[in-house]
């Protein structure tokens, strides 16, 4: 027998956007890459930390998270997402949203099940079903709006599709889905007996009058959706690694069961502090972050526009997608490099957010940055 990497390894490659952060750090660029949000921690979340680790609280939690970081998500979700949640039995704490993902995939998912996808799409949500043996399919958007049909989502389906993924503001797209457009993959989900799995990561940073809407909140789909979010964007603490999933307890005990397996918990007093954040900010900080990255967009966008790279102004999260056609390169991953030697400016090449290759002449840049940082990278984008 000769050693060899599993069959799963084979298909999961590191994503473009780690290869363009580690490019960007070898020449010492601006990194509008990878979304990390390098804001500071609101001094809430950072006391309620200290107090916790202070007061002892470093052992391993219940296997869905400490009871104070539950009853605070639930009264969260009761009042930003209308959803009335009990705190008990409906809400997993895992290691990130990701984290929540995944275990949601392993408890819910066999090997050979197909999820739909719209692209483009986040690069970990493809590689978290693989690894967890689904099969991917997809629909494309169109752009700049980024629509889709009913039939569109009827042409992906297959006897083995058991899922979809909506992931609401969109990464990379910056999409903020409607009502009408909610109640199409509602309406799709049940005449084809599927979970819906939500990504709302993003779900405070949402622009120009929008609101965000979760899946969950369609009373006639309330019963197969796996909600996943957390607040790794909103508290500028990707590192620490607290995300949660909330469905119904039939599907919450099996992915909790799963979640202790594979992390036992998340970090118990980065648990309080997020606790602690949630209760303690009011909608005014919310409102202020929604309002401070509204004008970071701005910004970026209208630099991109001057050089050329026209973007696709988004409706919500923290990234742009913009037309990287008139860069030279054969597809996108040259026009990124391309951008990044001549400007010093890392971008994610638009291919790593499709299957199809619609990606080809597009690049993805991160607005999360501090207002010093977005100034360079502007100046550095002008030298196109």
Not at 18 to 47: F, H, K, S, Y
Not at 106 to 132: K, R, S, W
Not at 198 to 227: K, N
Not at 231 to 250: D, F, H, N
Request: glycine fraction near 8%.
């Amino acid at each position: 027998m000769t050693l060899s990497l599993s069959d799963r390894a084979d298909h999961i490659t590191q994503a473009e956007i780690r290869v363009m952060t580690i490019e960007c750090e070898r020449i010492g660029g601006v990194n509008l890459a990878q979304g990390v949000c390098d804001l500071g921690v609101p001094p809430e979340v950072v006391e309620g930390t200290v107090e916790a680790i202070g007061q002892g609280v470093n052992s391993y939690t219940r296997y869905d998270g400490l009871r104070q970081l539950r009853q605070a998500i639930a009264e969260k979700l009761r009042l930003f997402n209308g959803l009335d949640v009990d705190a008990e039995t409906e809400i997993t704490v895992s290691a990130g949203s990701t984290g929540s993902f995944y275990c949601a995939c392993l408890a819910l998912l066999n090997p050979g099940d197909e999820v739909i996808l719209f692209e483009p799409f986040y690069g970990y949500h493809v590689n978290t079903l693989l690894a967890a043996g689904a099969v991917p399919r997809y629909v494309t958007m169109d752009p700049p709006a980024w629509t889709f049909a009913a039939s569109d989502l009827e042409a992906a389906v297959s006897p083995r599709t058991k899922g979809i993924m909506v992931c609401t503001p969109g990464n990379p797209s910056g999409k903020v889905y409607t009502r009408e457009e909610l109640q199409i993959v509602a309406d799709f989900a049940r005449e084809h007996d599927l979970f819906i799995f939500t990504d709302e990561i993003y779900e405070y940073f949402v622009y120009d009058g929008r609101t965000h809407l979760s899946p969950a909140s369609l009373p006639s789909v309330r019963d197969r959706t796996i909600m996943i979010s957390g607040y790794s964007k909103t508290y500028s603490i990707t590192g620490w690694r607290i995300g949660y999933s909330v469905c119904e307890s039939r599907w919450a005990d099996a992915i909790g069961y799963v979640n202790d397996l594979i992390y036992v918990c998340a970090p118990a007093p980065l648990q309080l502090g997020v606790a602690t954040g949630i209760t303690r900010l009011g909608p005014s900080y919310y409102a202020a972050l929604c309002d401070a990255f509204r004008r970071k967009r701005d910004l970026l966008c209208s630099t991109l526009a001057d050089v050329g790279l026209s973007p696709m102004v988004p409706q919500g999260a923290y990234y742009v997608l913009a037309d990287a056609s008139r860069l030279p390169g054969c597809n996108s991953k040259e026009k990124a490099m391309h951008l990044l030697r001549r400007t010093g400016v890392a971008s994610v090449p638009g291919d790593a957010f499709y299957e199809s290759a619609a990606g080809r002449d597009l690049v993805r840049f991160c607005f999360a940055k501090a207002e010093a940082e977005l100034e360079e990278a502007r100046d550095r984008l002008r030298r196109l």
